[in-house]
């Protein structure tokens, strides 16, 4: 079982840049390949980025490459995306997810543990 729990959600404006923390419990966390996904409001979640069980490999839906990073810290059990050059269309509720997998995959059907999510809202 893992818990998963986000924070550095908040209010800025376009331009601006957020860093998310995701902290999980459990001992076996680089075990786990994770994933930030995001809901607008009327949307379906959606991928935003995946980090597999090492950090040596990452994905990144293209609404967000070159602007947002992720990585991870097994050691402190904690993954981060840090967002840059935030837009409007970024404001969404994120989340953090974990599969008990060494390899990441883009689908939120894959994914067997959620945080409860952190609003991040970019205004114009």
């Known amino acids: 079982q893992v818990r998963l729990v986000e924070s550095g959600g908040g209010l800025v404006q376009a331009g601006g840049s957020l860093r998310l923390s995701c902290a999980a419990s459990g001992r076996t966390f680089n075990r786990y390949a994770m994933a930030w996904f995001r809901q607008a409001p009327g949307k379906e979640r959606e991928f935003v980025a995946g980090?597999?069980?090492?950090?040596?490999?990452?994905y990144y839906a293209d609404s967000v490459k070159g602007r947002f990073t992720i990585s991870r810290v097994n050691a402190m059990n904690t993954v981060y995306l840090q967002m840059n050059s935030l837009k409007p269309e970024d404001t969404a509720v994120y989340y953090c997810a974990a599969r008990p997998s060494i390899v990441v995959v883009t689908t939120k059907g894959d994914y067997d543990y959620w945080g409860q999510g952190t609003q991040v809202t970019v205004s114009s």
């Open positions: 980090i597999n069980w090492s950090g040596a490999t990452t």
